[in-house]
């Protein structure tokens, strides 16, 4: 696609429930990032995919959270019995390179809000 | 592990006027890029411009241009002939050598006013 797309852009869920955020990248691109951000806030790194791998999940802040990404391209991320501190915006980004000598940009969705009551 | 600092939690400026955000960051590497992203209300993420670490001359994109100190590790962004659709979040940014396995840091973001 032109850009990077998720959905939704907005979620609204009760504490305890289950969500799941996509990401759609870039046609082409080898590298996806998870952040979050907080209200008022820069953005915190999550997750890193080259490919379908998932080389880095030291960002991820519990076991609630879980990211995948089968194929290489669509991205999801799942949180499991969602807590109020899981409010924020959940941005993808992605990358066309995965190793050194990339032009180092990445391309960034609108992100998702989420709002946990 | 790397660190991004914005000092300045909000600055306002003129229409027309000129503004610099300071940025500073703190990595044991001697290759890396540093970038400043522009974050209106949408959300979106938008690349302002991108400086290489081992390039000496300092970036330039249109209006935005940066002063980069490397010895100082900082990373200033310049505006000039501010135009009300400037008017955003900024954040400061790095990323290091390694490419696709090196996400970015984020600093905590500039909330920047144009005054009409």
């Known amino acids: 696609g032109a850009g990077v797309s998720q959905s939704p852009r907005y979620k609204v869920a009760k504490r305890g429930q289950d969500v799941a955020l996509r990401c759609d990248p870039i046609?082409?691109?080898?590298?996806l990032f998870w952040y979050q951000q907080a209200l008022g806030q820069g953005p915190e790194f999550l997750t890193y995919?080259?490919?379908?791998?998932?080389?880095?999940k030291s960002g991820l802040p519990s076991d609630r959270f879980f990211a995948e990404r089968p194929e290489g391209s669509v991205s999801t991320l799942k949180i499991q019995r969602t807590q109020q501190e899981d409010s924020a915006v959940y941005l993808c980004?992605?990358?066309?390179?995965?190793?050194?000598?990339?032009?180092?940009?990445?391309?960034f969705g609108e992100g998702s809000r989420l709002t946990v009551l | 592990a790397q660190t991004v600092t914005q000092s300045q939690p909000e600055m306002s400026v003129q229409e027309a006027e000129t503004v610099t955000l300071s940025c500073t960051y703190d990595?044991?590497?001697?290759?890396?890029?540093l970038f400043w992203y522009k974050q209106p209300p949408s959300r979106q993420m938008i690349l302002v411009i991108r400086?290489?670490?081992?390039?000496?001359q300092n970036a330039t994109e249109n209006r935005f241009s940066v002063n980069f100190q490397k010895a100082a590790k900082s990373f200033s962004l310049k505006i000039s002939d501010s135009q009300l659709g400037d008017a955003a979040m900024y954040f400061c940014?790095?990323?290091?050598?390694?490419?696709?396995?090196?996400?970015?840091?984020f600093g905590k973001g500039t909330h920047l006013i144009i005054q009409p």
């Open positions: 995919f080259q490919n379908e791998a998932q080389l880095d």
């Open positions: 046609s082409g691109h080898v590298s």
């Open positions: 990595t044991s590497e001697s290759d890396y890029y």
């Open positions: 400086q290489e670490a081992y390039k000496q």
């Open positions: 940014a790095y990323r290091g050598p390694g490419g696709g396995a090196d996400g970015l840091t």
């Open positions: 980004a992605s990358s066309l390179g995965a190793l050194a000598g990339a032009t180092g940009e990445l391309f």
